[in-house]
């Protein structure tokens, strides 16, 4: 079954905005919600930043959506901590919380004052902690010295079925290492070429079977200007390499970089269209490809009217 989703961007709304449009997007007809969790936003142009994993008992308890988490343990957060917040949620609404767990960028986790790993250590610091993770929601009382400390800690309350930890890759190499300890993959969407070598990777690597989701930047307003223009006020911080987004330390910097990014460019990193149906085509190519679980992110700011028409005219598509 394909679940079309929405996506809790705290980056750019209030927590209480964001609780608005999860509880539409339901009665629209969407299925699923996937939250950022970030401590800064990418600019000062979205200028919000909620604490999510608060916002996710309210979100879960106002509806009955699944819903995700794209987290990354290890140094703003320790995994001992990610357990027992995961393994809560999935205790309180159960099979309805999956995590989804990657390495983080500098932006959010420079704010403990330790050292910003080079890219290797932090996958191995990721392994690390899904191991103790894993390791608490089976009951074992963990104590592990390495990238990361843990010391004595067990975890007294489990849900009776473990959350899925979904694996966060945006290169092939990172999703075929991702597919030997991941429950699935969850990647951003691209042109279908390139993302069919993150499927082969993830596969190859041992995906083969695993769902796969795909977070889709799309921008829907009522004229393509409008969309354009929406797309670039607010994402232009988001369309740079991994090796950026990752690398650089504040929000000012990633937005002044960002004043030299064309609007037109945009188009290459953003789905802008004024048409539904043209949204269901790209969004069936995405299908096409073995993605079982789409959250659409609507990057400019008019969400009731994007949740509102493509619960009509999009989502009955993929959903009947």
Same mark, same amino acid.
């Not at 960028?105 to 050292?115: A, D, K, R």
């Not at 930890?165 to 993959?185: E, M, N, Q, R």
């Not at 004024?274 to 096409?288: K, M, R, S």
């Given at each position: 079954?394909?679940?079309?989703?929405?996506?809790?961007?705290?980056?750019?709304?209030?927590?209480?905005? =964001? $609780?608005?449009?999860?509880?539409?997007?339901?009665?629209?007809?969407?299925?699923?919600?996937?939250?950022?969790?970030?401590? &800064?936003?990418?600019? &000062?142009?979205?200028?919000?930043?909620?604490?999510?994993?608060?916002?996710?008992?309210?979100?879960?308890?106002?509806?009955?959506?699944?819903?995700?988490?794209?987290?990354?343990?290890?140094?703003?957060?320790?995994?001992? @901590?990610?357990?027992?917040?995961?393994?809560? =949620?999935?205790?309180?609404?159960?099979?309805?919380?999956?995590?989804?767990?990657?390495?983080?960028?500098? =932006?959010?986790?420079?704010?403990?004052?330790?050292?910003?790993?080079? !890219?290797?250590?932090?996958?191995?610091?990721?392994?690390?902690?899904?191991?103790?993770?894993?390791?608490?929601?089976?009951?074992? +009382?963990? /104590? %592990?010295?390495?990238?990361?400390?843990?010391?004595?800690? +067990?975890?007294?309350?489990?849900?009776? +079925?473990?959350?899925?930890?979904?694996?966060?890759?945006?290169?092939?190499?990172?999703?075929?290492?991702?597919?030997?300890?991941?429950?699935?993959?969850?990647?951003?969407?691209?042109?279908?070429?390139?993302?069919?070598?993150?499927?082969? #990777?993830?596969?190859?690597?041992?995906?083969?079977? !695993?769902?796969?989701?795909? !977070?889709?930047?799309?921008?829907? #307003?009522? /004229?393509?200007?409008?969309?354009?223009?929406?797309?670039?006020?607010?994402?232009?911080?988001? @369309?740079?390499?991994?090796?950026? $987004?990752?690398? $650089?330390? +504040?929000?000012?910097?990633?937005?002044?970089?960002?004043?030299?990014?064309?609007?037109?460019?945009?188009?290459?990193?953003?789905?802008?269209?004024?048409?539904?149906?043209?949204?269901?085509?790209? $969004?069936?190519?995405?299908?096409?490809?073995?993605?079982?679980?789409?959250?659409? &992110?609507?990057?400019?700011?008019?969400?009731?009217?994007?949740?509102?028409?493509?619960?009509?005219?999009?989502?009955?598509?993929? %959903?009947?």
């Amino acid at each position: 079954m394909i679940r079309i989703g929405y996506q809790a961007s705290h980056e750019q709304y209030t927590p209480s905005a =964001l $609780l608005k449009y999860v509880k539409m997007a339901e009665q629209a007809g969407f299925k699923a919600c996937n939250s950022s969790d970030h401590f &800064h936003p990418w600019s &000062h142009d979205q200028g919000e930043s909620g604490f999510a994993w608060s916002w996710l008992g309210a979100a879960m308890q106002a509806t009955s959506l699944d819903f995700g988490i794209v987290n990354a343990p290890g140094q703003r957060y320790h995994p001992a @901590i990610i357990a027992q917040a995961a393994a809560t =949620l999935a205790e309180m609404f159960p099979e309805r919380f999956w995590v989804a767990l990657g390495t983080g960028q500098y =932006l959010n986790e420079h704010i403990t004052g330790t050292v910003w790993p080079l !890219k290797q250590d932090r996958n191995n610091r990721l392994k690390e902690c899904v191991d103790i993770i894993r390791a608490l929601w089976a009951g074992e +009382t963990v /104590t %592990h010295h390495g990238l990361v400390t843990v010391e004595e800690a +067990t975890l007294f309350t489990r849900p009776a +079925t473990p959350p899925p930890i979904i694996g966060a890759a945006i290169t092939p190499p990172t999703a075929k290492w991702v597919g030997s300890w991941a429950d699935g993959l969850i990647t951003t969407a691209r042109p279908p070429e390139e993302l069919k070598k993150m499927v082969t #990777a993830f596969k190859e690597g041992g995906g083969e079977g !695993k769902p796969m989701f795909l !977070k889709v930047e799309i921008s829907f #307003a009522k /004229t393509e200007a409008e969309a354009l223009d929406g797309a670039y006020d607010q994402w232009r911080s988001n @369309i740079f390499t991994s090796s950026v $987004l990752t690398e $650089l330390r +504040t929000a000012k910097q990633l937005q002044e970089a960002a004043q030299l990014v064309p609007k037109e460019i945009m188009k290459e990193h953003v789905l802008i269209s004024t048409e539904p149906q043209q949204y269901t085509e790209w $969004l069936q190519q995405y299908v096409d490809l073995g993605f079982t679980t789409l959250v659409l &992110h609507n990057v400019n700011l008019e969400q009731e009217r994007f949740i509102e028409i493509f619960g009509e005219k999009v989502l009955p598509h993929f %959903h009947q």
